[in-house]
């Protein structure tokens, strides 16, 4: 008999604890996940709601994170980030899409669980959009003449704002013009509490043009607090290309097809099932 | 490595889907917990005693499910990684470890020299040789435990070990070989590897 085998039996000597008693270490663990858990998605109509999943919750935190992105901080892309060089190329060659001002962009997410977030946005942020997430249907408000209805929840009235569009064939195609481009307030708020990251989400789950989703990409692989892992799964279990941003107190993580390097979905919603553009809300590709 | 064999199960169902679900609905975590606890928790029984294990199993899931993003999801297999989390919580509780195979080490140890353990070995107990292994275990240097009892208890092939404490597959050898060694001497085993060694080179 040797040391191992009676290292064995002395192992053996434990025996597996009873179900009972992992009980209290399981509902500290479902406690620990609910207090992680991202909040419920609320319907706003000032967002662009197919993030709310991940994102809404943290608005306020991640103020106080905003991703320093000093010219000094454009570091050379770390090896893994090659490959978002490589998506840079490949977007490049792909169709262009070109929406008009009146039409929608539809898209479905869904998580593994089941819940989904369906929506109609504005090509030009001007029209009314249309969002259904896991049943509860409501009016994306479009901004016209610089006002925007509030729902009746929210008090009603108008609120100043800008258009949020989903088109974009106007974005710089080069990638540095990129940066900046992200680092400047599009939405209104100030440049002070601006996300970049949620700027760059709002633009890679946009449509544009491949010269300039190239240039996104590109400027990407700039991002020191950003990472990319390869071989990895989107929430539908399909093969993906996870981007994440590593830094700072946002929770912000998105998935692009492997071979295409399209926009395959996010954490938090779920992942990209169905998309296309369409004349009205309501419609499906 | 063990679990080899389940790579071939449905991607739909192994442990990395499974986690890699998770990130987009948290409570899916649970899955894992339900999977691979009795596991975890009688490793940290082993090593801790129940009454400290039952307080670092919830402290080792929330562990994992924090850093579940890091999880490198071409493992379909998570129990090297839940280990090596575990092995990291243990880590704060050396004192503790240490004492408590101390504390039932039955036979009186001081005496436990070479001439004397050849006779308490001739005449021994399972109990006293327990008590023998559980001193020898509490002399050994912690990453070499680490090594030796996740081989030894929990049956982790060494690229798991590797994996799990984060180390090359050359040093879970080393470490393994070396705490292997100490043991014998503490037993007074003979050194398989002395023959072995012989026989190479002869």
Redesign the interface.
């Known amino acids: 008999m ?3 085998q ?6 053996n ?5 009873p ?1 009972e ?2 009980a ?3 509902a ?3 406690a ?2 609910a207090g ?2 991202p909040a419920p998605p609320k319907p706003r109509p000032l967002r662009r709601l197919a993030w709310a ?1 991940g994102v809404a919750v943290g608005l306020a935190a991640a103020a106080a994170a905003v991703v320093a992105l000093s010219p000094a901080a454009r570091i050379a892309p770390e090896p893994p980030k090659h490959v978002l060089l490589v998506a840079a190329e490949v977007v490049r060659e792909q169709p262009e899409l070109r929406p008009r001002a009146d039409q929608f962009v539809y898209s479905r997410h869904q ?3 089941g ?1 989904y977030y369906e929506q109609w946005s504005s090509v030009d942020g001007v029209h009314d959009g249309r969002f259904d997430m896991n049943g509860q249907v409501g009016t994306a408000a479009g901004c016209r003449d610089g006002k925007r209805a509030l729902p009746a929840d929210e008090g009603g009235g108008t609120r100043d704002c800008l258009p949020f569009r989903t088109y974009y064939p106007d974005l710089p195609t080069n990638p540095d013009a990129v940066l900046t481009y992200l680092r400047e307030d599009h939405r209104g708020e100030g440049n002070g509490g601006h996300e970049m990251n949620i700027e760059a989400m709002n633009l890679i789950e946009s449509v544009l043009t491949p010269a300039a989703r190239s240039a996104l990409y590109e400027a990407l692989s700039k991002i020191p607090e950003l990472s990319v ?1 390869t ?5 539908a ?1 399909r093969p993906a290309v996870t981007v ?1 941003w590593s830094a700072g107190g946002m929770p912000l ?1 998105f998935y692009l097809d492997p071979a295409t390097y399209e926009y395959r979905g996010r ?5 990209l099932v169905a998309h296309g553009i369409v004349d009205k809300v309501g419609q499906k590709p | 490595m063990s679990p080899a064999g389940q790579r071939g199960s449905s ?2 169902e192994d442990d ?2 499974v986690i ?2 998770s ?8 899955v894992i ?2 999977r691979h ?3 975890i ?2 490793y940290l ?2 090593r801790l005693g ?1 009454q400290i294990a ?1 307080d670092l ?2 402290e080792t ?2 562990a994992a ?2 850093t579940r ?1 890091q999880y490198d ?2 493992r379909p297999h998570a129990l090297p990684w839940l280990y090596g989390i575990a092995t990291n919580m243990l880590a704060r509780h050396r004192r503790e470890e240490a004492r408590e195979l101390r504390l039932l080490a039955a036979v009186p140890v001081e005496d436990a020299e070479e001439g004397h353990a050849e006779r308490v070995a001739a005449q021994v107990t ?1 109990e006293a ?2 008590g023998l ?2 001193q020898a275990l509490a002399g050994l240097a912690d990453g070499d435990r680490d090594v ?2 996740l ?3 929990e049956g982790l092939a060494y690229d798991e070990v590797a994996a799990a404490l984060e180390i090359p597959v050359g040093t879970v050898r080393s470490r393994l070989h070396r705490a ?1 060694k100490k ?2 001497v503490v ?1 007074d ?1 003979p050194d ?1 590897a002395t023959h072995e060694e012989i026989t190479h080179h002869g």
Do not use: Y
């Open positions: 040797d040391e191992m009676l290292l064995r039996e002395l192992g000597e434990t025996p597996a604890p179900t008693d992992l209290a270490a399981r500290s663990l479902l620990g996940i992680e858990r999943g998580r593994a669980d819940w892992r071989g990895t799964r989107d929430p279990g994440s993580e954490d938090g919603s779920g992942a | 991607p739909g990395a889907a890699g679900r990130l987009a609905d948290p409570d899916t975590f649970a917990f339900d606890s009795p596991a928790a009688r029984a082993r129940r039952d199993l919830a899931f929330l499910f924090r993003k999801l071409t399972a040789m327990n292994l559980r030796l009892l081989v030894a208890w292997r043991v014998r037993l085993l398989p």
